[in-house]
């Protein structure tokens, strides 16, 4: 497993965490597992910390990382696409962060949300639970149904292996 030191902060990963061949997961980061990461993804620690809930699913390609001043939390059930960057931000338990979306520093993003492709949540932004943000600059276009949040659930279980895709 492709699990690098920073300094003297070695990544702390709980069971079942299954990273592609050339994923990486660098310095102070804890990711609670059951976890996959795709090809090329990677976790990255090094000026702060990035703590990860439970069940978590990084597409391809996608980064996550921080700055000096801000940490990057993320709550439990979170399903992030390909070709996505999450950066010194929080997103909320059963956030979705469709393909080519951009959280960027500060921001929040609370429960139950959607950014939707190629969507850009700007530093600094505060979205309450269950928006749908959209756009670049990425705006709260309304409010994510039940069958949205149920769908993001399943695309978490489906990644993991807990029900069939």
């Known amino acids: 497993m492709p699990l690098l030191p920073y300094l003297a902060h070695?990544?702390?990963?709980?069971?079942?965490?299954?990273?592609?061949?050339?994923?990486?997961?660098?310095?102070?980061v804890r990711l609670a597992g059951p976890a996959r990461l795709g090809a090329q993804?990677?976790?990255?620690?090094d000026q702060n910390s990035v703590d990860v809930g439970?069940?978590?699913?990084?597409?391809?390609r996608s980064t996550i990382h921080v700055e000096v001043h801000t940490a990057?939390?993320?709550g439990r059930d979170i399903w992030v696409g390909d070709d996505?960057?999450?950066?010194a931000c929080t997103l909320g338990d059963g956030v979705r962060v469709e393909d080519g979306g951009?959280?960027?520093?500060?921001?929040?993003?609370?429960?139950?949300?959607?950014v939707a492709a190629d969507a850009l949540v700007p530093e600094g932004a505060d979205f309450p639970p269950h928006s749908y943000i959209e756009?670049?600059?990425g705006r709260r276009v309304r409010e994510t149904t039940p069958s949205e949040?149920?769908?993001?659930?399943r695309r978490v279980e489906a990644a993991l292996g807990d029900t069939p895709a």
Do not use: K, N, W, Y
């Not at 990544?11 to 079942?16: C, I, R, S």
């Not at 993804?41 to 620690?45: E, Y």
């Not at 951009?102 to 959607?114: E, K, M, N, P």
């Open 10 to 28: 070695v990544p702390a990963v709980g069971p079942d965490v299954h990273l592609a061949e050339t994923a990486v997961i660098v310095g102070m």
């Open 41 to 45: 993804a990677v976790v990255r620690g």
């Open 54 to 60: 439970p069940r978590f699913r990084i597409g391809q």
């Open 72 to 74: 990057t939390v993320l």
């Open 84 to 87: 996505v960057v999450v950066h």
């Open 102 to 114: 951009l959280v960027l520093s500060t921001s929040r993003v609370g429960a139950g949300s959607i």
């Open 135 to 137: 756009g670049t600059p």
């Open 149 to 153: 949040r149920a769908e993001t659930l």
